[in-house]
């Protein structure tokens, strides 16, 4: 089984060089730290800011560069600052290649939630909405199950929706699973995890087509 | 050149009054009108609408005004980080209108622009496109969202002049170059107040003519909400 960190660095091997990317909040936001040094990729976020480096060394800090999680970043060399408006331009324009963001639930038809518990927490879309809504190649970095151990893979949502029929991919610290008009499509088990696991966390309908092979990270 | 220039900010924000909506540029505390807020904090008005990305903190930028229970209404896309706010809007004292960032941002600028509204595919088969109009372009589906119509946009520049031209910082640009002549007036702050002439044409980011006032903050706080750094090896 994955924790976090499992999940950003099997993520990471989807970025591939040329690539602009927009990671999310939480989990997505590791990924930056596990992709290939031999490849050019530049980070998005979409507060305003194309060419996002590390983080900055203590006493470096500067209030007027941060990313969408309001974390102070540093920036490398080419990198852009512009407008809200630009910077959705690039996302609803579909300039930028690839999309990971986390979710608390996803269903077999591409549908994704994570923006509001009715009556219990919303903090609202920020920019998902025009991320999912645009996005050629969306990937959602989550756990397999919530905190009771219910399964977040669905055949449908019940929490309000941020995209419709949107979802490529989605890995979890179970599994790697492609969105097809079948249903998820197993395409690799965790360390450790067999297909068992996965069948039994997984309420949406599975496709478990020949042997499963083991993710390597 | 036509004089922007206001010498305080009670002058820069005359004419404000009860049930206006107010436009604030901002993502997070980064680029916030800190002295704009400060004034509408300390004029009492109240059943405000604020169109604003986020809600400020507890007590801090927006959140300051909410304490206070001056806003009626605010028209925001994530408002995580605001305690105060998540209480109000789930007791249904605060009205809260949430649309996605693209959205928001578009929506000012299509009012900046002279567009009554636009379509974007941002939201479709969500209950965000609720009771709105929809429509298929090339096998895709659209939501029509409308220009927002304000009294007052409060923008937050780094450097300015008298003329009202603007130069922003980083990621505090944000929202307010789409904010700046998206209402009836735009009053801009900055952090410095510079000679007319001294910044390059080439290199403004918003021109005069979006601005109605301009004035130098008396002093800016500049927050940082996530203080992330990484240890040096």
Same mark, same amino acid.
């Given at each position: 089984?994955?924790?976090?960190?499992?999940?950003?660095?099997?993520?990471?091997?989807?970025?591939?060089?040329?690539?602009?990317?927009?990671?999310?909040?939480?989990?997505?936001?590791?990924?930056?730290?596990?992709?290939?040094?031999?490849?050019?990729?530049?980070?998005?976020?979409?507060?305003?800011?194309?060419?996002?480096?590390?983080?900055?060394?203590?006493?470096?800090?500067?209030?007027?560069?941060?990313?969408?999680?309001?974390?102070?970043?540093?920036?490398?060399?080419?990198?852009?600052?512009?407008?809200?408006?630009?910077?959705?331009?690039?996302?609803?324009?579909?300039?930028?290649?690839?999309?990971?963001?986390?979710?608390?639930?996803?269903?077999?038809?591409?549908?994704?939630?994570?923006?509001?518990?009715?009556?219990?927490?919303?903090?609202?879309?920020?920019?998902?909405?025009?991320?999912?809504?645009?996005?050629?190649?969306?990937?959602?970095?989550?756990?397999?199950?919530?905190?009771?151990?219910?399964?977040?893979?669905?055949?449908?949502?019940?929490?309000?929706?941020?995209?419709?029929?949107?979802?490529?991919?989605?890995?979890?610290?179970?599994?790697?699973?492609?969105?097809?008009?079948?249903?998820?499509?197993?395409?690799?088990?965790?360390?450790?995890?067999?297909?068992?696991?996965?069948?039994?966390?997984?309420?949406?309908?599975?496709?478990?087509?020949?042997?499963?092979?083991?993710?390597?990270? | 050149?036509?004089?922007?220039?206001?010498?305080?900010?009670?002058?820069?924000?005359?004419?404000?009054?009860?049930?206006?909506?107010?436009?604030?540029?901002?993502?997070?505390?980064?680029?916030?009108?800190?002295?704009?807020?400060?004034?509408?904090?300390?004029?009492?008005?109240?059943?405000?609408?604020?169109?604003?990305?986020?809600?400020?903190?507890?007590?801090?930028?927006?959140?300051?005004?909410?304490?206070?229970?001056?806003?009626?209404? =605010?028209?925001?896309?994530?408002?995580?980080?605001?305690? #105060?706010? &998540?209480?109000?809007?789930?007791? *249904?004292? /605060? +009205?809260?209108?949430?649309?996605?960032?693209?959205?928001?941002?578009?929506?000012?600028?299509?009012?900046?622009?002279?567009?009554?509204?636009?379509?974007?595919?941002?939201?479709?088969?969500?209950?965000?496109?609720?009771?709105?109009?929809?429509?298929?372009?090339?096998?895709?589906?659209?939501?029509?969202?409308?220009?927002?119509?304000?009294?007052?946009?409060?923008?937050?520049?780094?450097?300015?002049?008298?003329?009202?031209?603007?130069?922003?910082?980083?990621?505090?640009?944000?929202?307010?170059?789409? =904010?700046?002549?998206?209402?009836?007036?735009?009053?801009? #702050?900055? &952090?410095?107040?510079?000679?007319? *002439?001294? /910044? +390059?044409?080439?290199?403004?980011?918003?021109?005069?003519?979006?601005?109605?006032?301009?004035?130098?903050?008396?002093?800016?706080?500049?927050?940082?909400?996530?203080?992330?750094?990484?240890?040096?090896?």
């Amino acid at each position: 089984m994955l924790d976090k960190t499992g999940i950003a660095k099997r993520i990471a091997k989807e970025v591939q060089d040329g690539y602009y990317v927009n990671l999310g909040i939480g989990i997505p936001t590791l990924v930056a730290n596990y992709v290939r040094d031999d490849i050019e990729v530049e980070f998005q976020s979409e507060n305003g800011v194309l060419g996002m480096g590390p983080f900055p060394f203590e006493g470096e800090e500067d209030a007027d560069i941060i990313n969408a999680g309001k974390q102070t970043i540093t920036t490398l060399p080419g990198a852009s600052f512009f407008d809200s408006a630009t910077s959705f331009a690039m996302i609803r324009g579909q300039h930028v290649d690839l999309t990971i963001l986390g979710a608390m639930e996803v269903s077999e038809n591409g549908d994704i939630a994570n923006w509001k518990i009715p009556g219990k927490m919303v903090k609202g879309m920020g920019g998902a909405m025009d991320l999912v809504a645009s996005a050629e190649n969306i990937i959602v970095a989550m756990m397999h199950t919530n905190k009771r151990g219910e399964s977040k893979i669905l055949k449908k949502c019940s929490l309000p929706l941020t995209g419709v029929g949107c979802v490529k991919k989605v890995v979890t610290n179970l599994a790697v699973l492609e969105v097809t008009d079948k249903g998820f499509k197993l395409l690799e088990r965790a360390p450790g995890v067999s297909v068992e696991e996965i069948q039994k966390a997984t309420e949406g309908t599975l496709i478990i087509d020949g042997d499963i092979p083991e993710m390597s990270l | 050149m036509i004089n922007k220039k206001v010498n305080s900010v009670s002058e820069a924000t005359k004419g404000i009054r009860d049930n206006m909506t107010f436009m604030l540029g901002g993502f997070g505390l980064s680029g916030i009108p800190e002295n704009a807020i400060a004034a509408l904090v300390k004029s009492g008005i109240t059943g405000l609408t604020c169109i604003s990305n986020n809600a400020g903190v507890d007590d801090f930028g927006l959140g300051l005004l909410l304490h206070q229970k001056q806003i009626k209404k =605010m028209v925001s896309s994530y408002v995580g980080e605001n305690d #105060e706010f &998540e209480r109000q809007m789930l007791s *249904g004292e /605060l +009205d809260v209108e949430l649309i996605p960032q693209g959205t928001l941002a578009e929506r000012c600028r299509a009012a900046q622009a002279g567009f009554p509204a636009i379509f974007t595919p941002a939201g479709y088969g969500t209950e965000v496109a609720e009771g709105k109009e929809t429509r298929e372009f090339d096998g895709k589906m659209y939501v029509l969202e409308h220009a927002f119509k304000a009294d007052f946009a409060f923008v937050k520049a780094w450097k300015g002049d008298a003329a009202g031209n603007l130069v922003f910082k980083g990621t505090a640009r944000n929202f307010n170059p789409c =904010m700046a002549g998206a209402a009836k007036v735009t009053v801009a #702050e900055v &952090e410095e107040l510079v000679p007319v *002439g001294a /910044l +390059d044409p080439n290199q403004i980011h918003i021109p005069g003519i979006f601005v109605q006032r301009i004035f130098q903050g008396e002093k800016y706080e500049k927050r940082i909400e996530q203080r992330t750094v990484r240890t040096r090896e």
